[in-house]
């Protein structure tokens, strides 16, 4: 089972950007379809990005298309989360999540191995 550690949260003004990252261990990025979820207060845990095994295809949801940037670098194991634009509803905890398989929708059961999370606040 892969192992999975987020960084680079924290607060930004409105209009600001933001690099998440989510290093992996235990397994190699390179077999697993990877995705940004995040939850804030009091409300569901929703999905951001896809990426698939192979970097090919990328998915968003529809309030960060245009802003957010998925990527993976697989020589060094870790999954990015390149936000810019930021808005204050995108204030959450950020999980980053694995699934060895390949993308079948953002639903948080399809993936089985998850971070801790990283806090993104953003101030208007």
């Known amino acids: 089972q892969v192992q999975l550690v987020e960084s680079g949260g924290g607060l930004v003004q409105a209009g600001g950007s933001l690099r998440l990252s989510c290093a992996a261990s235990?397994?190699?990025?390179?077999?697993?379809?990877g995705a940004w979820f995040r939850q804030a207060p009091g409300k569901e845990r929703e999905f951001v990005a896809a990426?698939?095994?192979?970097?090919?295809?990328?998915y968003y949801t529809d309030s960060v298309k245009g802003r957010f940037t998925i990527s993976k670098d697989n020589a060094k194991n870790t999954l990015y989360l390149r936000m810019n634009s930021l808005k204050p509803e995108d204030t959450a905890v950020y999980y980053c999540?694995?699934?060895?398989?390949?993308?079948?929708?953002?639903?948080?059961?399809?993936?089985?191995?998850w971070g801790q999370g990283t806090q993104v606040t953003v101030s208007s």
């Open positions: 235990g397994r190699t990025f390179s077999r697993y379809t």
């Open positions: 990426i698939t095994l192979d970097g090919a295809g990328t």
């Open positions: 999540a694995a699934n060895a398989a390949g993308f079948y929708g953002g639903r948080p059961t399809n993936f089985k191995a």
